[in-house]
């Protein structure tokens, strides 16, 4: 009987070229995404080598990091301004296909790819970002890379790499009302820290991630580089095939059924063994707030703010102890005591259609808290047409929420967009880190409707209690 295996190890063995003993092996890689921040050395290496792009026709790329979302084409930041037109320029010059900043189907890459049907069930995906792991919800290898190894990718379309240790995180049990894929994953990394999952790829198995929609899967996905891990995955099923069904880039007609057959293979075999296990109870899960300075950081909306001699670890104590300062927060004061100064809804993370119809469910009929600054900043230019759509953007709007176009934004101060020292956000992304919004700004992780209900009430507030306005 042939072995059994786990989901990554079958991806692994279909795009192993070269595998020595005790070496990096040598993969393939079937999508490179590309942006602008970590792409122009790696075209400039290209280009002092005389080499060319080994497979255009794999390589996407889209500007998100440095774009203003408001008057988008007016880049005053010069390295930004340069980082942009830089992309523009090497595409233009390699032959790979730009979403830029006239098209509908630009945003940030991670939102990107999903959307055009890019990212498929099996494929190995590369990108010079970290969030990569957000494709991994499809049952995609996705992973960040290096400059050097963009420039790798670009001219050998393959890549080194070592194998991973697998990791089982089983989500069982099911999600009450008011409890969402941003809670899951930042329940876990609360629960088991931010490098539990060193050295691993992990898969998300369980009743409650079955239950997910494909953008709840990516979420979940996301934020798998928080807790350490090289990667995230989950087995694609049905939900899976029919978020692909007619998107621009999935194969389509019998093409598409024949990948379908192929992508239904896609699962860990029946005993196959991960080399490590870790379980949490969906049903158990109360809305999340982050009070600290890493994601793992993070509390029930139903808490206080931790009182730091009651860690058991003396590094514990001190992490929490410089978090709570940096964070301008008391200890015993309830979550739901924390007023807040800014609300940014987008990112890879929670800018997502479904993020913001979440976001609107909780604002309609509101106003947002006149000592607040709220804004929805949609993942792609698609992501927003489709609210447009909706009238997502009239609830946000009148509601007292900017309603932005389409980047990374205030994720990270990479953009016209931050936070002034000394603010407090409460915020939709994936990281937290001392000044991650800007300089001395405090970033408070929670979902699309928890920070949607923040800006209405101008403080952190339970959603499940939430009156929704008809
Ligand atoms: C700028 C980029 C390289 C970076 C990453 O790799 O993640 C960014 O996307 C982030 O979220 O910090
Ligand atoms: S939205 Fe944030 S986390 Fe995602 S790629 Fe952009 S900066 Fe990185």
Redesign the pocket.
């Known amino acids: 009987m042939a072995t059994k295996k786990t989901l990554y190890e079958k991806i692994w063995d279909q795009h192993v070229i070269v595998e020595e003993q005790g070496k990096p092996s040598i993969i393939y890689i079937d999508l490179h995404l590309i ?1 602008e ?2 792409s122009p050395q790696a075209f400039e290496g290209l280009r002092l080598a005389g080499r060319q792009v080994r497979r255009p026709d794999l390589t996407f790329a889209t500007m998100d ?1 440095n774009v203003p979302t408001k008057d988008r084409f007016n880049i005053t930041d010069p390295i930004s301004k340069q980082q942009i037109d830089t992309l523009t320029t090497n595409c233009e010059e390699f032959g790979v296909k730009l979403f830029d900043l006239n098209s509908i189907d630009q945003g940030v890459v991670h939102v990107m790819g999903p959307e055009l049907g890019l990212t498929h069930p099996g494929k190995t995906i590369v990108c ?4 990569t792991s957000t494709h991994g919800a499809f049952g995609a290898l996705a992973f ?1 890379i290096g400059t050097s190894e963009v420039e790798h990718v670009l001219a050998t379309q393959c890549l080194q790499q070592s194998k991973s240790k697998t990791m089982e995180v089983r989500i069982t049990g099911e999600m009450n009302p008011g409890i969402t894929a941003k809670d899951i994953i930042l329940g876990v990394i609360a629960k088991y820290g931010t490098d539990f999952a060193t050295g691993y790829v992990i898969e998300y198995t369980g009743k409650a991630i079955r239950q997910l929609s494909m953008e709840e899967r990516m979420t979940v996905c996301n934020m798998s ?1 928080e807790a350490g891990a090289r990667a995230g995955l989950i087995a694609p099923d049905e939900v899976t095939f029919e978020y692909l069904r007619g998107r621009e880039y999935a194969p389509q007609g019998e093409a598409y059924e024949q990948a379908v057959a192929n992508w239904k293979q896609l699962v860990t075999d029946e005993g196959a063994e991960y080399d490590t296990v870790v379980e949490l109870d969906a049903s158990t899960l109360i809305p999340q707030v982050t009070w600290g300075t890493s994601p793992g950081m993070g509390t029930d909306i139903s808490n206080v703010v931790p009182t730091p001699s009651e860690f058991p670890t003396d590094n514990q104590r001190k992490a929490a102890e410089k978090a709570i300062e940096y964070m301008g927060l008391t200890p015993g004061t309830p979550m739901t005591d924390i007023p807040v100064d800014v609300v940014f809804i987008g990112s ?1 993370t929670n800018g997502r259609i479904e993020d913001l119809r979440a976001a609107a469910q909780i604002a309609k009929g509101y106003k947002v808290s006149e000592n607040v600054k709220a804004m929805v900043v949609p993942g792609s230019g698609r992501v927003k047409l489709q609210a447009e759509k909706e009238g997502l953007d009239k609830i946000f709007t009148e509601a007292g929420f900017e309603w932005r176009d389409a980047g ?1 934004s205030m ?2 101060a ?1 953009n016209p967009d931050y936070l002034l020292p000394g603010e407090r956000c409460a915020s939709t992304s ?2 937290n880190f001392e000044g ?1 919004q800007g300089r001395d700004g405090r970033t408070h992780l929670v979902s699309p409707a928890m920070a949607a209900a923040a800006a209405i009430k101008g403080r952190f507030t339970d959603v499940r209690d939430w009156e929704l306005k008809a």
């Open positions: 942006h921040v970590t990091h010079g970002d970290s969030h960040g580089i890879c990374c994720c990270l990479m994936n990281r991650r």
